[in-house]
């Protein structure tokens, strides 16, 4: 088993994380950033690195998520100035929608994208910054021996992740570098429905929906549901509160706990229109 911590830089400053309190939101240019402390809203969201793998075509994925400081506050920050990759080619699949701390026993949103860099990319970075809440901060991918994550099995501990399926006849993909299913079109205010096919050892298999990308809100009627046959499959609802390109992504688990361990789960993306 390998362990290693997230990486992201704050102008030089590193982060731990500790439990909610109240009181004074202090900007960030003002702040040593040791007090350890999450806040029901107003604090930042983190970029984290989590680490990479080899494909088998020889190139690698590097996997990104992040930590949003706060436990009420989902925060938006759109693709540009504030929601960026470097270098530029890299850019563009990163969320821009960042849920609050869960409520589960998981605290973060672990590696929700992956960036594919080639074979020779050497001791070169990918670094994703996000910023629009006092100073910005950045975190870099490396491919260095250190980070190497298993993917999609871990054999030490005989977990794999789930196979699924966006479509019932449609293809069945697994792992972190994740598969963007046709689009969907759907009216504002209508009720999209979203189906996921699982297929795990286990008995039992969590799903967990979010908005990826989008300029509106979306409402789903069950943010996390469990498939609880080892071959099933779960059907949701969302609505989306205004016109435009949404990106709503899947993650499946056999349980949360893994997160942890860096190892085994599947991302998916439905890409949807949203029309008046």
């Known amino acids: 088993m390998r362990w290693w911590c997230p990486s992201v830089t704050l102008i030089g400053a590193a982060l731990v994380f500790g439990t909610p309190i109240e009181g004074q939101v202090i900007p960030l240019e003002q702040r040593s950033f040791n007090e350890q402390v999450l806040r ?6 983190v970029p984290l690195y989590e680490g990479w793998y080899e494909n088998a075509d020889g190139t690698s994925d590097i996997c990104f998520g992040y930590f949003n400081l706060n436990t009420d506050e989902a925060v938006d920050i759109p693709l540009g100035p504030n929601n960026f990759i470097e270098p530029k080619e890299f850019d563009g699949m990163q969320p821009t929608h960042f849920d609050r701390v869960p409520e589960a026993n998981y605290r973060r949103h672990f590696c929700v994208f992956t960036v594919t860099v080639p ?10 910054t996000l910023g629009g809440r006092g100073e910005a901060l950045s975190t870099p991918g490396k491919v260095i021996p250190p980070y190497v994550l298993d993917e999609p099995d871990a054999d030490a501990r005989g977990v794999i992740a789930p196979v699924l399926k966006l479509e019932q006849d449609g293809p069945e993909f697994r792992g972190r570098s994740g598969f963007i299913a046709p689009p969907r079109t759907v009216a504002s205010g209508d009720d999209l429905e979203l189906t996921v096919w699982v297929d795990h050892p286990a008995p ?7 908005m990826h990308q989008g300029p509106g ?17 779960g059907t949701i609802t969302a609505r989306f509160s205004e016109p435009g390109e949404y990106l709503v992504r899947v993650q499946s688990i056999y349980s949360t706990t893994s997160f942890e361990y860096h190892c085994c789960w599947t991302n998916g993306y439905v890409p949807v229109t949203v029309t008046r």
């Open 119 to 128: 074979g020779d990319f050497g001791q070169g970075r990918v670094v994703w």
């Open 204 to 210: 039992r298999s969590w799903v967990g929906w979010s």
């Open 217 to 233: 809100e979306v409402e789903f009627s069950q943010a996390e549901i469990q498939v609880d046959q080892s071959t099933g499959s």
């Open 40 to 45: 029901r809203s107003g604090q930042p969201v």
